[in-house]
């Protein structure tokens, strides 16, 4: 317990740092884009340094987008929650997501019926499935099978999980699954730190599982992984159930089995 105490503790302190270099950096990356832009406004494509100012422009563009990860990390995004379904998200991303599977790899979903709502935003929540999408095809050079399911996770079992932070209540449980090369414990227990990647250079960034861990943070859920080397891995990400204003004031009125048809 000491230990997993000791772990977040740490999460949160590179988090801040993270968070705080990042909010700098915008700040001159703002500057180096505008700068170029008005360089780029006296060039014609035939110009010496053309090629040069839009590599500049380019590199720019990529850094804005990975200070956009850490930010996302550190907490610092704005988000806009909304009463979703997550089995509808889903589902409506499939395409995408297959696209992203490549041909090699099979996708199959299984969703449970009736999935309790949840607040999160949609538009990070779909960031995190991409990602954990993207990593789970990356793991399977040769092919194989990407797992999705959702389904609800009542009280006694939500507990049954045994995980740490894992709080008493009611959850959302959407589960990344893929057969894959897995990991060994020394690196799944670092795999959520900021630049962690076990990927060649100009292939990983280390940024997408730190910018799903506090996306899913900030949501007021948990992300656990568990993976076995050579077998696969698996993301279990455990999101809030919503109660709605509503239903909530039907229940009191109507009493404790009352439920608003
Ligand atoms: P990146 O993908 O850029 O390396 P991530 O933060 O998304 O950064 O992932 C960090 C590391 O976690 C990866 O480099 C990889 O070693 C490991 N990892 C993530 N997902 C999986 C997976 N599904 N199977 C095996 N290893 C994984």
């Known amino acids: 317990l000491e230990e997993q105490f000791a772990k977040a503790q740490r999460m949160q302190a590179i988090g801040n740092l993270a968070g705080g270099i990042a909010h700098d950096f915008n700040n001159v990356l703002t500057i180096i884009t505008a700068s170029v832009d008005f360089l780029l406004l006296n060039q014609r494509a035939g110009d010496p340094s053309f090629q040069d100012l839009l590599l500049i422009k380019q590199s720019a563009n990529r850094a804005a987008s990975l200070v956009r990860q850490l930010l996302a990390y550190s907490r610092r995004q704005t ?32 969703h449970a019926r009736d999935l309790w709502p949840v607040m999160a935003d949609i538009g990070q929540f779909e960031q995190v499935l991409t990602n954990l999408v993207q990593n789970a095809r990356d793991a399977m050079p040769d092919g194989g099978t990407i797992t999705i399911s959702t389904r609800n996770v009542g009280e006694p079992e939500a507990k049954s999980f045994g995980y740490v932070e894992m709080q ?21 227990e670092r795999i959520f730190e900021p630049f962690f990647t076990t990927k060649e250079i100009g292939k990983g960034t280390g940024l997408g599982l730190s910018m799903v861990y506090g996306i899913i943070k900030q949501s007021g859920g948990f992300i656990y992984v ?36």
């Open 79 to 110: 988000m806009r929650p909304k009463m979703l379904n997550l089995t509808d998200v889903v589902a409506d991303m499939h395409l995408l997501l297959k696209r992203i599977s490549g041909d090699l790899v099979k996708l199959e979903r299984h």
């Open 226 to 261: 568990d993976s076995t080397p050579g077998k696969g891995t698996s993301f279990r990400i455990f999101l809030p159930r919503h109660v709605p204003a509503e239903a909530l004031a039907t229940k009191t009125e109507a009493g404790p089995s009352g439920i608003a048809s």
């Open 168 to 188: 008493e209540g009611e959850f959302v449980l959407v589960e990344v699954s893929d057969n894959g090369t897995g990991m060994p414990p020394e690196v799944a």
